[in-house]
């Protein structure tokens, strides 16, 4: 413990933001971070727990937390970065956008404010990265295997490096322009600026890891190709299936998953060609979200950047509390109200309301029909019941569709190579081995669709599983 009363002297400061009318006018990240001084006030803060719940109930990588804290209380920085690195392959990216399951499963958290684990995460990685303390990790023996992981998001590239430090060679096949997945072309860049992806990329790539982008596997590069070119895959490709709105109207040319919307955008962003993408912006319209997740949070922030009139996000669940309830009490995650940068930024938000249909004219929505909806509990659990006389309609010139993803897609290379599937869609595995021995999964094609730091921990599992089967 850095100072045993440490968090009795020392309040929890909150990381700021740029004001809202600055930010706005620009896609940079927004935060603004602490001082040396102030971030070791914070870390000072944590207790040394005897059982650091945010070590091993909060955080899916089981990252030293207590421990790095003090380090950084003491400004051993260098051994901070070193231990961060022991458990986290890319700590600048969960550091940015990762929900902090640990500072939930903080024991201050229980009757305080918990330490502010992110954010000293996040300075750590940065301070290694401009001291140059984070550098390539070349293997020092070549195993001889051949190894392609397909899909370059969050999981893939765990898996990747993970695999190459084992001394396997390593192919990375992405289907896209660059290599990132979800972190290049989902994550808007006001919070996960793309420079900061490139950077590790160069890493990987001098620890020998080879990307090959714009090549769909499956398609581009068939079954037997792959099996006669390298001695095992490892499927990474995301849960990329979306959840879709069943409605009358769906089939306007203004109805758009969240994702084709944000990837246009992030391509824009990184001056990426964009053949064969239906450009849309929301200048001037009234944009309607549908989703309250994190997917639709950046859909808001995003569409306040392209300069829209009015932003509406509506989301079918009830409205949270803004207290921790009864049913998830410490250390799980708690299910409150939050709001989001990109909420602050202007949008009107609804709870408990479901859409009916969307009308237009000729290949456009211009409304929005919904109404208000219960949840009620019965036999088959809680089921969703519409509220007579609660029916609204709303102005709408473009609808983006944010309500999750069911499953990894099917069609390509999971039905090419055979895979058998669990209940939900998923990849079915065994310790990350699928139904093809020489094939493994990680990330959300296994899980579904999940966080980034989850998406990170089963890349690495998945690696170490793959390396002892190679050998």
């Given at each position: 413990?850095?100072?045993?009363?440490?968090?009795?002297?020392?309040?929890?400061?909150?990381?700021?933001?740029?004001?809202?009318?600055?930010?706005?006018?620009?896609?940079?990240?927004?935060?603004?971070?602490?001082?040396?001084?102030?971030?070791?006030?914070?870390?000072?803060?944590?207790?040394n727990?005897g059982?650091?719940?945010?070590?091993?109930?909060?955080?899916?990588?089981?990252?030293?937390?207590?421990?790095?804290?003090?380090?950084?209380?003491?400004?051993?920085?260098?051994?901070?970065?070193?231990?961060?690195h022991?458990?986290?392959?890319?700590?600048?990216?969960?550091?940015?956008?990762?929900?902090?399951?640990?500072?939930?499963?903080?024991?201050?958290?229980v009757?305080?404010?918990?330490?502010?684990?992110?954010?000293?995460?996040?300075?750590?990685?940065?301070?290694?990265?401009?001291?140059?303390?984070?550098?390539?990790?070349?293997?020092?023996?070549?195993?001889?295997?051949?190894?392609?992981?397909?899909?370059?998001?969050?999981?893939?590239?765990?898996?990747?490096?993970?695999?190459?430090?084992?001394?396997?060679?390593?192919?990375?096949?992405?289907?896209?322009?660059?290599?990132?997945?979800?972190?290049?072309?989902?994550?808007?860049?006001?919070?996960?600026?793309?420079?900061?992806?490139?950077?590790?990329?160069?890493?990987?790539?001098?620890?020998?890891?080879?990307?090959?982008?714009?090549?769909?596997?499956?398609?581009?590069?068939?079954?037997?190709?792959?099996?006669?070119?390298?001695?095992?895959?490892?499927l990474?490709?995301g849960?990329?299936?979306?959840?879709?709105?069943?409605?009358?109207?769906?089939?306007?040319?203004?109805?758009?998953?969240?994702?084709?919307?944000?990837?246009?955008?992030?391509?824009?962003?990184?001056?990426?060609?964009l053949?064969?993408?239906?450009?849309?912006?929301?200048?001037?319209?009234?944009?309607?979200?549908?989703?309250?997740g994190?997917?639709g949070s950046?859909?808001?922030?995003?569409?306040?950047?392209?300069?829209?009139?009015?932003?509406?996000?509506?989301?079918?669940?009830?409205?949270?509390?803004?207290?921790?309830?009864?049913?998830?009490?410490?250390?799980?995650?708690?299910?409150?109200?939050?709001?989001?940068?990109?909420?602050?930024?202007?949008?009107?938000?609804?709870?408990?309301?479901?859409?009916?249909?969307?009308?237009?004219?000729?290949?456009?929505?211009?409304?929005?029909?919904?109404?208000?909806?219960?949840?009620?509990?019965?036999?088959?659990?809680?089921?969703?019941?519409?509220?007579?006389?609660?029916?609204?309609?709303?102005?709408?010139?473009?609808?983006?569709?944010?309500?999750?993803?069911?499953?990894?897609?099917?069609?390509?290379?999971?039905?090419?190579?055979?895979?058998?599937?669990?209940?939900?869609?998923?990849?079915?595995?065994?310790?990350?081995?699928t139904?093809?021995?020489?094939?493994?999964?990680?990330?959300?094609?296994?899980?579904?669709?999940?966080?980034?730091?989850?998406?990170?921990?089963?890349?690495?599992?998945?690696?170490?599983?793959?390396?002892?089967?190679?050998?």
């Amino acid at each position: 413990m850095g100072e045993p009363r440490g968090f009795m002297k020392y309040a929890r400061r909150e990381v700021g933001h740029r004001p809202v009318a600055e930010r706005v006018q620009d896609y940079r990240e927004i935060d603004l971070p602490l001082t040396p001084e102030a971030l070791r006030e914070q870390a000072a803060r944590c207790m040394n727990c005897g059982i650091p719940f945010c070590q091993g109930a909060g955080c899916p990588v089981v990252n030293f937390i207590p421990d790095f804290n003090e380090l950084v209380y003491q400004g051993r920085w260098r051994e901070a970065c070193s231990l961060l690195h022991r458990t986290n392959n890319f700590p600048e990216i969960t550091g940015r956008v990762c929900p902090a399951p640990c500072e939930n499963s903080c024991t201050l958290n229980v009757n305080d404010d918990p330490v502010l684990i992110k954010h000293i995460e996040y300075q750590i990685v940065e301070k290694g990265f401009a001291e140059g303390w984070i550098v390539p990790e070349v293997p020092k023996v070549k195993t001889g295997k051949r190894v392609a992981v397909i899909g370059s998001g969050p999981a893939g590239l765990a898996a990747a490096q993970g695999l190459a430090r084992a001394g396997h060679s390593v192919v990375v096949i992405e289907k896209d322009e660059r290599p990132g997945g979800l972190l290049r072309y989902g994550i808007p860049d006001f919070k996960l600026a793309k420079e900061v992806i490139d950077r590790r990329l160069e890493q990987m790539k001098a620890e020998g890891v080879e990307f090959q982008c714009g090549v769909t596997a499956g398609e581009d590069l068939s079954v037997r190709y792959l099996r006669k070119r390298f001695d095992g895959l490892c499927l990474a490709m995301g849960a990329g299936q979306p959840r879709d709105l069943s409605v009358p109207g769906r089939g306007y040319d203004n109805v758009l998953f969240a994702m084709e919307y944000l990837t246009m955008q992030n391509k824009i962003g990184g001056q990426e060609s964009l053949e064969g993408c239906n450009l849309v912006s929301a200048k001037d319209k009234v944009v309607i979200v549908i989703g309250g997740g994190d997917t639709g949070s950046d859909c808001v922030g995003t569409a306040r950047r392209q300069g829209a009139k009015k932003i509406y996000q509506l989301e079918i669940l009830p409205k949270p509390p803004e207290e921790r309830p009864a049913d998830t009490p410490w250390p799980l995650w708690p299910r409150i109200m939050r709001t989001s940068s990109s909420q602050e930024e202007g949008c009107e938000r609804y709870w408990s309301v479901m859409t009916k249909k969307l009308s237009g004219a000729d290949v456009h929505v211009a409304q929005l029909h919904g109404c208000e909806v219960e949840w009620v509990e019965g036999r088959k659990g809680w089921q969703v019941k519409e509220v007579p006389g609660t029916e609204f309609t709303l102005k709408a010139d473009l609808v983006l569709l944010a309500m999750g993803f069911v499953h990894v897609t099917h069609a390509g290379l999971v039905d090419n190579l055979g895979l058998q599937l669990d209940g939900r869609g998923n990849v079915l595995v065994n310790n990350f081995q699928t139904s093809e021995p020489w094939v493994f999964a990680a990330g959300d094609a296994v899980r579904g669709a999940s966080l980034v730091v989850h998406a990170i921990r089963s890349g690495q599992e998945a690696a170490a599983a793959m390396d002892r089967w190679l050998r």
